[in-house]
């Protein structure tokens, strides 16, 4: 057996034979393996568009559920719609002004519009009918009639401004937790986005996460979870979210999302950069803060701190005088 193998080894016939039969067999293997993969980065690419629509139809399922418990738009009151529709407020009342600040303050759907334009215009009409009944019957003060009718309609130049007033301390309360918020809440996006989780995943992250610190940012990253799912673009979904907070911050990263989607600019560099102006500008508002407060204190220690301040001293000074005397 064994001189038989050195034989055929020592053939050069069969080395030959051997060799011509290996190679076949390689390039047979080599044009067949291809073919039996397949197209990975399209298997890949449907698994990721699939997930997507999973993802789409998880959301709606799951705001279909919680709106018969929990809903951001509520049906405005009959007698409210009624006297609204009766004078036509929303043809010279309503404005896109106002409908931005309705929405800057958290109030969203017919109701918040409806009742917006009903204290518009029962406000002023309540309070000139009050402050004449006041004035004339119950208390006149002492004041002509034209003094009175002056006082009436000073309130009800208070009535018309008092809704607007009522938007803006709204705003301006929602508007400072989000801004408060929101390095803590960019920093954890920037997190989810590296790790590989889409845009809805990282919102609804950040949303989860966030309400802890802001509540209303996290309304904002929830309801912008649920327009990634729905709208058909979504930059729109991004420009709502920077319209309704109303925060340059949030500005910029809606621009920063915008072109990346548009131009597969990379998203990590720039909210990480981004993150860190985040986190800049608080500490520079708190710097500010700090700063502003020996100013803010030069007031009220020369009307109370300075006159104890003499009392102390000038108290045991006086009580000799006055024994010696």
């Not at 067949?32 to 709606?60: D, H, Y």
């Not at 969203?108 to 518009?120: C, D, I, S, T, W």
């Amino acid at each position: 057996m064994i001189a038989l193998i050195a034989d055929k080894l020592a053939d050069g016939q069969f080395l030959l034979s051997m060799l011509v039969a290996v190679a076949a067999a390689a390039t047979v293997l080599t044009l067949a393996i291809p073919l039996t993969e397949g197209n990975s980065l399209q298997k890949r690419m449907k698994g990721v568009a699939s997930e997507r629509e999973k993802i789409r139809a998880r959301e709606r399922d799951r705001l279909n559920r919680q709106k018969d418990k929990v809903t951001l738009r509520q049906e405005p009151k009959q007698y409210m719609r009624r006297v609204v529709d009766q004078f036509k407020l929303g043809d010279w009342l309503g404005t896109e002004t106002a409908k931005l600040q309705l929405l800057m303050a958290g109030y969203r759907g017919p109701q918040a519009e409806v009742g917006f334009l009903f204290f518009r215009l029962v406000a002023p009409i309540g309070l000139f009918l009050f402050t004449l009944f006041y004035v004339f019957v119950l208390n006149d003060f002492g004041q002509p009639f034209m003094v009175k009718i002056g006082i009436a309609i000073a309130a009800a130049y208070l009535g018309i401004k008092a809704p607007e007033v009522f938007l803006s301390n709204q705003i301006g309360k929602r508007q400072a937790s989000m801004r408060l918020a929101f390095p803590d809440a960019l920093d954890l996006l920037l997190i989810c986005v590296e790790s590989g989780m889409s845009m809805e995943h990282a919102c609804r992250k950040v949303a989860g996460e966030i309400g802890t610190q802001s509540v209303p940012l996290a309304e904002e990253f929830a309801l912008c979870t649920a327009e990634l799912a729905y709208l058909a673009e979504r930059r729109q979904a991004y420009e709502n979210l920077a319209l309704r907070t109303g925060l340059e911050s949030v500005k910029s990263v809606s621009t920063a999302l915008i072109q990346a989607e548009r131009y597969g600019t990379p998203l990590g560099t720039a909210l990480r950069t981004l993150a860190q102006e985040s986190r800049d500008q608080r500490m520079m508002e708190a710097e500010k803060k700090a700063a502003s407060l020996p100013p803010k204190l030069t007031v009220p220690m020369i009307l109370f701190f300075l006159p104890v301040l003499f009392v102390v001293i000038m108290t045991p000074a006086l009580i000799q005088v006055f024994k010696w005397q």
